[in-house]
């Protein structure tokens, strides 16, 4: 069995393209302009599926178009959509600008923030019955924490992708199965100086943070050595979603009953192949190209 819910944002990413990115106040010619299927949540979930994990997403979505997108774009990769619930709203909406080999993203929440407790409560079976929980920040705080609680009191491995990054309290951290930050995220979420070391950070949370690095890879701590997991040379195109395929990837193997280490670099894998195409979830591998 390899079960994983995903409790988090669905968006429709607005993605522009080009060789620079404006300075305030500047108006500059794109290259390109796409509409597609995003949100952190969401594009974790394409990713573990992808992946040939067992996926059901627990979310909200808008009575509109962008709602009929998301939902359509789940069934083509085999995403269960039975307990994403239609509300009046819109559909949250990303505006992503690629430039520069880099990216830069302004969310509009809409109908993620939506999500209730209730919903939750609603689902309550669907959650009890996964191998492991994916949670970002691009939903309420309060229904993030009321979920982990949920997994803690029984037994249910949490992954908390804390994006977009806020201060969480310690009793967040602590029902947190793994936390996925990166570093910037990290210092942030515990309330820490930016100037502190990232390696007493992470010796405090023993295979439990591991915190991403971009092309250097990821660092944690097994309990006796601080661990850097190599990321995988590749030419980057597109960098948009690779945190979120390398989180779906994560939970896609430790529900297979990988290692903490083997976990990681299966992520890795996963994460360099993604950003070889455009497109958050469109350059996500299938399994044979991981393999």
């Known amino acids: 069995m390899n079960k994983i819910v995903v409790v988090g944002s669905i968006n429709t990413d607005l993605v522009f393209t080009s060789n620079k990115r404006p300075n305030s106040g500047e108006t500059i010619f794109g290259n390109d302009f796409k509409t597609i299927p ?109 979920t982990l609680n949920l997994c803690d009191e029984n037994n249910i491995k949490t992954v908390l992708n804390p994006a977009p990054a806020i201060k969480l309290s310690n009793e967040t951290i602590a029902k947190s199965t793994f936390l996925t930050p990166n570093e910037h995220e990290c210092k942030t979420i515990l309330g820490l100086d930016k100037d502190v070391d990232i390696v007493e950070i992470i010796k405090q949370f023993p295979n439990k943070l591991l915190i991403t690095l971009g092309e250097k890879g990821v660092m944690y701590f097994d309990g006796e050595n601080v661990v850097t997991i190599p990321a995988y040379k590749v030419k980057a195109i597109d960098t948009t979603g690779a945190g979120d395929t390398f989180n779906g990837a994560f939970a896609r193997a430790i529900v297979n009953n990988f290692s903490i280490k083997d976990a990681i670099n299966f992520a890795n894998k996963a994460s360099s192949i993604s950003v070889t195409k455009f497109g958050a979830q469109g350059g996500m591998p299938i399994l044979d190209q991981i393999d």
């Open 38 to 146: 995003g949100g952190k949540g969401a594009n974790q979930a394409v990713a573990a599926s992808k992946l040939n994990a067992q996926v059901i997403m627990i979310g909200c979505v808008g009575n509109d178009l962008n709602g009929d997108f998301s939902i359509e774009n789940f069934k083509k990769v085999n995403v269960n959509t039975s307990c994403i619930k239609r509300v009046d709203s819109h559909t949250g909406v990303a505006n992503i600008v690629v430039a520069e080999n880099d990216n830069s993203i302004i969310v509009v929440p809409g109908a993620n923030y939506k999500i209730t407790k209730s919903m939750i409560d609603e689902y309550k079976a669907v959650i009890l019955s996964a191998d492991i929980v994916l949670l970002q920040l691009e939903i309420p705080l309060e229904v993030v924490e009321y």
